[in-house]
């Protein structure tokens, strides 16, 4: 089996360095002691960490995904700890791939060590980690060989989400791990734990609404938390989230929310009956009108962007017959 290889960085820390170095280095320190908790349950994963980045690697592919999913939801809940705290945030971001990951035997100095790596793998991971937005975790795995068995190991503990909108290496199809959900709890603990995070998501959005450098990245990581969310849509009442959702986003910058939401419903066991919905029908008529609607049709309509347009074209076959 090729090793599994995984660049992992943090979303923004070059900007906290400039603004406050001493608060970084507090940033940093979560970010090394909840990797360090981590790493010493899980001896069949090796890594480094140089600055904030994480470079890790093993041969069982389960053992790296779980871990790194692990690792996302104890960084993201820490960020409660950074309330209004001037764009200082604790958001990994990273790539995941399949390869040849080999560490050189050479001489070192009491005043020169070395991370001499060799690896087709790292170098795609972090191909990987710089094309994406958000606290995302993207697997790359060949299509056509024994690497797309990542889709099918019932021993990875995430959901496993293929974006067809990433194209970066020949016949590799890429996968967002949504991390939010930890699938080796039972249901009624996955949803506390998926309702805690998904409130720190909504809130981070809202307290940096007018931070427009960092939005989109906020946007991005509430988008996982909401897909991850999909299968514990309420069918019988109005469900909170997406409520919450519908009342605090109506500003049209949040149009990828409103696409999400659409995404999110199509992803639900009950995708023929929620589009029926009277709040779901409201919120459709209400957005649809607004100029960031815009932006909705311009990405469901690009080429890459196919299976997205088909979740967008069952959503209005089952809502139109109702509302029409």
Known sequence: ??????????????????????????????????????????GDIKGSLISDS????????????????????????????YANSDNFFLLPRGGVSFGIFKVQELNELPNLTKEFII????????????SIKGSRL????????????VTWNTKIKSILYQDNSISLWGDYKYMDALWFLDLNKDRVHQEEEILELLNLAINFVQQNDSRDKHLN???NTLR????????????????PIISRLIDDFQDSKYWFIWLTIIEMIMESPDSWALPNQDYIIKFYKSVS????????????????????????NS??????????
């Open 1 to 42: 089996m090729p090793d599994i290889v995984a660049f992992i960085d943090l979303v923004g820390f070059g900007s906290m360095v400039t603004q406050d170095h001493n608060r970084a280095k507090e940033i940093l320190t979560d970010f090394y002691n909840i990797t360090y908790n981590i790493f010493k349950d899980e």
């Open 54 to 81: 994480l470079i890790a690697y093993s041969n069982q592919e389960e053992k790296l995904v779980n871990a790194l999913t692990r690792l996302y939801r104890d960084c993201f809940k820490k960020n409660d700890e």
């Open 119 to 130: 690896s087709p793998a790292l170098v795609h991971s972090a191909r990987i980690e710089a």
């Open 138 to 149: 993207l697997l790359g795995a060949r299509s056509n060989g024994g690497e797309d068995s």
């Open 217 to 219: 990245q906020y946007i």
């Open 224 to 239: 996982i938390g909401l897909l991850s969310y999909s299968k514990f849509i309420n069918i019988r009442s109005e469900d």
């Open 289 to 312: 009108i607004k100029k960031g609607w815009s932006h909705v049709i311009e990405e469901v309509n690009k080429p890459e962007m196919d299976y997205l347009k088909q979740d967008f």
């Open 315 to 324: 959503f209005l076959d089952e809502m139109l017959p109702i509302s029409g």
